[in-house]
């Protein structure tokens, strides 16, 4: 049985519009992660989240908003999507946020297209 | 900030042959934490090797690597190429300051064909 689940698996969206990517593990972590990868860039971190709260923000754009409704949910909304915004989006959890020598645990990914 | 810098694009092997993919990092700070991951198509990526100790080898499913502080580098080595090793191998350093952020940088990945 999958571990982390990433809901959808693929998605199409339109400019302008807003969508949200789910999130769930069910490994027992405390830890959350939010990572993008575009083409020919590598995986690039996002959010870091522990026991439902923001521990770190790396992403410059507002339009991203995680949202952690129970300890082992950590969605992605995006809003006023932009075609760059395409790419593929990894959730991750680990048992705990902060240490610097945890095996992180990787969802499938969320590949999103925005024409 | 940190930077990881790996074997670019893709490399192909015929099987049997031996697999080395270089990574090399930059940090500001003194302890470095080293990972490998490994993504197969259509499957997430998961750790396959990592590494905090100066000039230890450390070894899983036959692939090995050293972090050597000194020329920070820790490249991935495999004695024998298999067809089931064609993947996506990222490498990526974990930042440390002092607890207040927790975050991996990884390197653009290479990709691994082994061919027959």
Redesign the interface.
């Known amino acids: 049985d999958p571990k982390?689940i990433q809901k959808p698996k693929y998605l199409v969206a339109v400019t302008g519009s807003e969508k949200i990517l789910i999130c769930e593990q069910y490994l027992g972590h405390n830890a959350m992660?939010w990572?993008r990868q575009s083409a020919?860039?590598?995986?690039?971190?996002m959010f870091?989240y522990s026991y439902q709260k923001l521990?770190?923000n790396?992403t410059a754009s507002s339009r991203f908003q995680p949202q952690s409704s129970k300890k082992n949910h950590l969605d992605l909304q995006i809003t006023a999507l932009k075609p760059d915004d395409s790419a593929t989006y990894?959730c991750a959890s680990s048992p705990h946020?902060?240490?610097?020598?945890a095996?992180?645990?990787?969802?499938?990914?969320t590949r999103l297209t925005v024409l | 900030g940190d930077s990881?810098t790996q074997t670019e694009g893709l490399v192909t092997l015929t099987e049997g042959l031996p697999v080395m993919l270089n990574c090399t990092y930059q940090t500001i700070y003194s302890?470095a934490?080293l990972f490998w991951?490994v993504h197969y198509l259509?499957?997430?990526?998961?750790?396959l090797l990592?590494s905090?100790t100066d000039n230890k080898r450390t070894e899983h499913q036959g692939f090995h690597a050293t972090l050597h502080k000194s020329s920070s580098s820790f490249h991935l080595q495999k004695s024998s190429a298999q067809l089931s090793d064609s993947a996506l191998y990222?490498c990526?350093l974990?930042?440390?300051s002092g607890?207040s952020?927790?975050?991996?940088?990884?390197?653009?990945?290479t990709l691994l064909t082994v061919t027959p």
């Open positions: 982390i992660y990572y020919k860039k590598p995986l690039e971190f870091s521990m770190d790396q990894f946020w902060g240490g610097n020598y095996e992180q645990f990787f969802g499938p990914g | 990881v302890n934490f991951y259509n499957e997430s990526p998961w750790l990592r905090s990222y990526a974990s930042e440390t607890g952020n927790y975050k991996l940088t990884f390197g653009k990945g």
